[in-house]
């Protein structure tokens, strides 16, 4: 904005900074993206412009009108980009049909289209999730080379895998992803161990023991001292092979214990933790007895509940026996006399006294 107002720079740079703008207001603050779209498509301003910025600005201005509702100038300028074999134009029209919620449509646009730009590769991805065909969006995902080896894809594909395929598919490919990650010099030993080992956890929470323990015992071959990788083996051999479990908890290393330790003070310490996960203390046995006589003696000394007063009517002689009968009709009752006196000074007053 600054840019803009203070004029800073020639008008390509002008065009670029509002281009900008439109794309951080997205289908926001329409009547702003609209004034700074005619900034960057003005005939001074396009002759400057690389082909590539100019393609931008172009599907940035197809995609205000699709916004403000103008289909006419929409359907005009997705044309004249298509016609232009711009690798975006697909997604004008997809977008239009995901709009009225035609996900099939768009999604064979957008193939038919035959376009190997990664953006349109990820929205065909996403098309193919939403109308459930999981291990097709992985495998299309799988081709975008940027994202190739990365965490958040390779999750990302191990997912739709399980959702599509089941867990050995999504596993195995863990697996070639781990062997494409050693192959790569972008990598640390850290990475590769966290890698094996989140592989493994994977595979024993969905019962494959076997092929689990033959990773991790790779992973110690070559880094013996880890703990995790030895814990985590000793949890998938003792799934299928218990006595090569106990021979390989042999291998975890001694603790230290001091001397010096107080083993009452420990087991008081124990905690039992129950169903709704709070925590009691297990307390000797001397605690309990002294506990025991401290409940007796404040059961002593609890004062006797003094028993409730009952109404007069029932202190004296019983309940009524005309209770049962309207009160006008019983033979005590006796109505109240009106004070005469009342009346005096009330009432409407519409004339004048005379006296």
């Not at 390989?248 to 214990?257: G, M, N, Q, S």
Request: net charge positive; charged share 30%; glycine share 6%.
């Amino acid at each position: 904005n600054t840019v803009l107002k203070e004029k800073a720079g020639d008008g390509q740079t002008l065009a670029v900074a509002a281009n900008n703008i439109i794309c951080i207001n997205k289908d926001q603050n329409m009547f702003d993206s609209k004034k700074k779209l005619k900034i960057a498509t003005t005939d001074a301003v396009k002759a400057k412009l690389a082909a590539s910025q100019a393609n931008n600005i172009d599907f940035n201005s197809c995609l205000l009108s699709f916004y403000t509702n103008q289909l006419d100038h929409f359907k005009k300028k997705s044309a004249q980009l298509q016609a232009a074999g711009s690798p975006l134009a697909p997604l004008l029209l997809a977008t239009s049909l995901v709009r009225d919620k035609k996900f099939e449509d768009a999604l064979k646009t957008l193939q038919d289209g035959k376009s190997q730009d990664e953006v349109v590769r990820l929205s065909i991805a996403e098309l193919m999730k939403k109308t459930g065909s999981f291990t097709d969006s992985a495998e299309v995902l799988k081709q975008v080379l940027s994202m190739s080896n990365k965490p958040g894809s390779v999750s990302m594909i191990a997912s739709l895998l399980l959702l599509g395929s089941g867990p050995s598919a999504a596993a195995d490919y863990l697996d070639i992803a781990l062997e494409e990650l050693r192959n790569t010099r972008n990598h640390s030993n850290e990475d590769i161990t966290s890698w094996v080992l989140q592989c493994a956890k994977f595979r024993l929470a969905y019962d494959m023991p076997e092929k689990a323990a033959k990773n991790l015992e790779n992973l110690l071959a070559r880094d013996p001292t880890n703990i995790k990788a030895l814990a985590l083996l000793i949890r998938s051999y003792s799934m299928f092979d218990a006595p090569k479990a106990h021979e390989v908890a042999e291998r975890l290393p001694d603790i230290d214990i001091p001397l010096d330790i107080d083993l009452e003070q420990l087991e008081i310490g124990v905690g039992v933790t129950s169903g709704r996960g709070l925590r009691k203390v297990i307390q000797p046995e001397k605690e309990k007895i002294n506990e025991a006589h401290r409940r007796i003696e404040t059961k002593e000394k609890k004062r006797k509940k003094k028993k409730g007063k009952l109404p007069k009517v029932l202190a004296e002689g019983g309940p009524d026996p005309e209770r049962w009968i309207p009160r006008q009709e019983r033979s005590y009752y006796r109505r109240k006399k009106r004070n005469r006196n009342e009346a005096i000074g009330k009432g409407k007053k519409k004339g004048k006294v005379k006296w």
